[in-house]
């Protein structure tokens, strides 16, 4: 393939006395095949044209998580971006530090944040009543690709709810924590859940599947937060205010977790329920959007309470799993 | 040539947004496209169905597709959260055979028509600008928009996961820019594009919520949008129902007219302003449609 000159428009940044960053754009020209790494070409530049360039690397094959930067809109691993996949119409590539942490200086932030939510939802085996000791084929399903994380802060670095709440755990630490409510061996699940059921853990992520489109290795972090929200419910983890907006989308469901099946059955036939607070409903009312009380009935309704009955007598797997990884 | 979908409009479609419904009808019927109505279809239930019963919520996504499919169409939408519900019982149901199978054991037991994974979930957004005869479309824009600035604000269940979708999506999807051009505007490139509007944690985090209205919308002003428009009844119902609030919290005013990508449409084909619904919005973008002519 034939070489292409490059534009890369680069962030530099710098922390002054005061504390406060100071910005500007940089713009250094390279020639490179379509298929070069975006960071073989900041080494590149680093080595011949400015050797002020900071970032981070190591591993140059999408193992160690360092080199998670912002590439043209985007969070990802420098190491696995080829560059004419990023480069717009003009072959400008425009590269800058992960947002939601600090910056340090050029690409580099403090991941401290990011590494602290990590931290809060013990991300070790804990000992306890429930570690399961028949550990079978199938015991991994949940926890394969969840693994597969290596800690780059991409997904936390493009987190809606985290750009606006340094609260909020964060996809990875979410997505860990499932990993270890599904590892048979852990002794906690119960209790995880409970921690996870509370404020800023996992009822406050958005669900804007950004997480899932950026995480450089299949981690799917929203999916396992899916997950961990219906196992919460399960054990009855469904008063805090997350769990109370899921139920208040649809209806009432009974304190145990367990669907009650008349609300169940206004739920399928569809309330827009978000009308939560009183002063919203009035400016809402304004213009005349409340939705009624008394949605018009589908015909055949008669079927969803089948399905629902059937499906409570002989309950069925179909959760999504992670292929099997097996030695060659 | 006439395009036949099976209409699913979603239940805020229905109800708080029903403007948008309208105009999808209304835009619909001057680009012969034949919306269907789906007597039997109940609410999808969306990701918090999934959430409490996943079975449950596969087997009712599989019956209102059965009915799409034993009419022999496939299914249009406007609601972004309906397309990625059912997109992504659909994208599993074709790609595991198996669950297929176990969720059409139940939908047989239940007395419903099992589902042969056939047709396609689409949004009338990409019907107008992918399947839609683009002369036509022209031909009717009769009121173009003179170089208005528009902020495409697509919608994270229009664009997320890409896999699902049986269009262009995440960082690809380009239609709502596509359509603002047709219609004589100017897209406007802003962050907040293909974000999220926060409209899943309305209630557990009522102010992380506004926060992310705010920001969305404050981006695109920020950048010249004089108007913003979405494919989704949800986005529209936070973009534009809760804007005020949002000032509130962020304590900037904002101002920012949003509306429904199938009411611009029929704003530029000249239609009827009552059909449209324009009345029904709280940030009423009469004002700067009128400064265009339209
Ligand atoms: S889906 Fe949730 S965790 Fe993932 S990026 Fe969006 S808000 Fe964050
Ligand atoms: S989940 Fe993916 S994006 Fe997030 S830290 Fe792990 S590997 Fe990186
Ligand atoms: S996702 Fe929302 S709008 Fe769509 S059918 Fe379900 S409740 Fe109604
Ligand atoms: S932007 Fe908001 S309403 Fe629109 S699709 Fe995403 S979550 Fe739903
Ligand atoms: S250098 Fe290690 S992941 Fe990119």
Redo the contacts between chains.
Sequence with gaps: MAEKTYTFRVQRNKVTGDGKVESRWQDYQLAAEPTTTVLICLEQIKGHQDGTLTYRMSCRSAICGSCAMKIS??TRLACKTHVEKVADANGVIRVSPMTNQPILKDMVVDIRPFYNHVLKIKPYLQEGSETDTNVGRSSYDQVNHVTQCIMCGSCYSDC??A???DK?VGPAALAKAFRFVSDPREGKKTARLRELSEENQM????????C??TCPKDV?PMEAI?KL??RG?QKGYVD???P???????GD?QKTGD?NEFT?MQ??????G?L??LG?AL??M???????PF??K????E??G???R??EEN??????KAKEVAPE | MSLEFSFYPGCAGKQVQKEAKSAAHAVARELGITLHPMPRASCCGAVSLRESKLAFSLAVAARILSEAEAAGRNICTICNTCLQTLSHANYRFKREPDVLEKINGVLKKAGVRPYGATIKVQHLLWVVTDQVDQKLLKSKITRPLKGLKVAPFYGCHNLRPSEIYESKAGDEADHLDRLITTLGGSPVSYSGSRKCCGFHVMLSDPTEMRSMVAKNCLDAKGEGAELMISPCTLCDMSLNAYQMPAEKVVGKKIDLPEMNFAQLLGASMGLDAAELGLERLHVDPRPVLKSKGV
């Design positions: 809109g985007r809606t709810m750009e606006v709440s909020f009822w406050s992520c958005c669900r804007c599947a950004q899932v489109e799917k899916v929200r219906a419910m805090g205010p997350g109370k907006h899921a139920l208040a989308f649809h469901i669907l169940l739920r399928t036939i569809g309330i827009v978000t939560g607070e919203m400016h809402l304004k213009k005349g959007k409340i939705p009624s949605p018009h589908v015909e055949g309704v079927e969803l089948n399905i629902y059937i499906l309950p069925l797997d179909v959760e999504t």
